[in-house]
């Protein structure tokens, strides 16, 4: 009866030890709002983003789930999603232009947009990571 006692005790610890160990190297980070079932147009940050970029050339080669010249913004929102400094970095690239990353077509530079601005356009990007 101990036998079997300490054999299933033992099969127990070895089976949690591995569950844990599966887990271990896994992140667990929140979903954007789109992944929740929130509405995205009731989020401010999503709102200005698109009213930004209907204002701006950005239409002109990007769209949200399709190749056009540049990139699909959901493309973008994947590539940099666990990159911390994402949206400072797709922010200047938005305001200097760019090429290379994504092909040889170079992206226009938008000299003129704000760094607030710019900043609204990829974090309105960055909610349509799947």
Known sequence: MSKILIVMIS?????ACSSQESNAGKKTTAKPPSMLGEDLNSNP????????????????????????IGPPYRDVANKYADHPEAVDLLAEKVMKGGTGVWGQVPMAAHPNLSKEDAVALVQYIMLLKS
């Open 11 to 15: 099969v127990l610890l070895v089976a």
């Open 45 to 68: 940050v999503y709102v200005k983003g698109k009213e930004l970029i209907a204002k701006n050339d950005c239409l002109t080669c990007h769209k949200e789930a399709e190749k056009l």
